[in-house]
């Protein structure tokens, strides 16, 4: 079946970069787009960016200048790389198959 | 990029009550609209995907509408565990836009 599992480190410092990895089975990501969402504690749900399954990438202006995705295809990952993180880049980073298909998702927070 | 206008941001329904929740799109999406369910601590669940398709799963209690550009959730007879946040989601095209969600919780 399909399934999404977001990975990666739980704690940032300030000023550092976070990587995380989606790690997916049941699909390939050739055929399929992944997404990347997150949520700041109490707050909604922001799209962040999609790797499209012929390997062009989307991402919010907002978050344009200090967002990376790629993608391994041979591991069946997706990779989100954001570099100076600030404290209001804490929060819960999910990837998703859109519409139906969401990871569990990974809480980050960005402390010193 | 298309803003989604969700109304209302907050809920309190009797249980056996009928709910609407609305989306309101700024330009044409066509029948890419869902709606989540989401839980306190875990992900969105998808209540209704291309506008008016009931998930998997989901009771039918639960239905999704569309006039033009506004689309609906209904939940008819309400009950206990249909508390929570619900978020309606284009992706009709990049960058994807949700709505800013609604709180509903039983009186």
Redesign the interface.
């Known amino acids: 079946q399909v399934q999404l599992k977001e990975s990666g480190p739980g704690l940032v410092q300030p000023s550092q970069t976070l990587s995380l990895t989606c790690t997916v089975s049941g699909f390939s990501l050739t055929s399929y787009n992944v997404h990347w969402v997150r949520q700041p504690p109490g707050k909604g749900l922001e799209w962040m960016g999609r790797m499209r399954y012929n390997g062009d990438t989307s991402y919010n202006s907002a978050l344009k200048s200090r967002l990376s995705i790629s993608r391994d295809t041979s591991k069946n990952q997706v990779f989100l790389k954001m570099n100076s993180l600030q404290t209001d880049d804490t929060g819960t980073y999910y990837c998703t198959r859109v519409p139906i298909y969401w990871g569990q998702g990974v809480m980050v927070t960005v402390s010193s | ?1 298309i803003q989604m206008t969700q109304s209302p941001a907050s809920l309190s329904a009797s249980l056996e009550e009928i709910v609407t929740i609305t989306c309101q799109a700024s330009q044409d999406i066509g029948n890419y609209l ?1 709606w989540y369910q989401q839980k306190p601590g875990k ?2 669940q ?1 209540l209704i ?1 291309s506008a008016t398709s009931l ?1 998997d799963g989901v009771p039918s209690r639960f239905s999704g509408s569309r006039s033009g550009t506004q689309y609906s959730l209904k939940i008819n007879r309400l009950q206990v565990e249909d508390t929570g946040i619900y ?1 309606c ?1 284009q ?1 009709y095209s ?8 609604t709180k509903l919780e039983i009186k």
């Open positions: 990029d869902s992900s969105p998808l995907h998930a978020y989601l992706h990049a960058p994807l836009t949700f709505g800013s969600g």
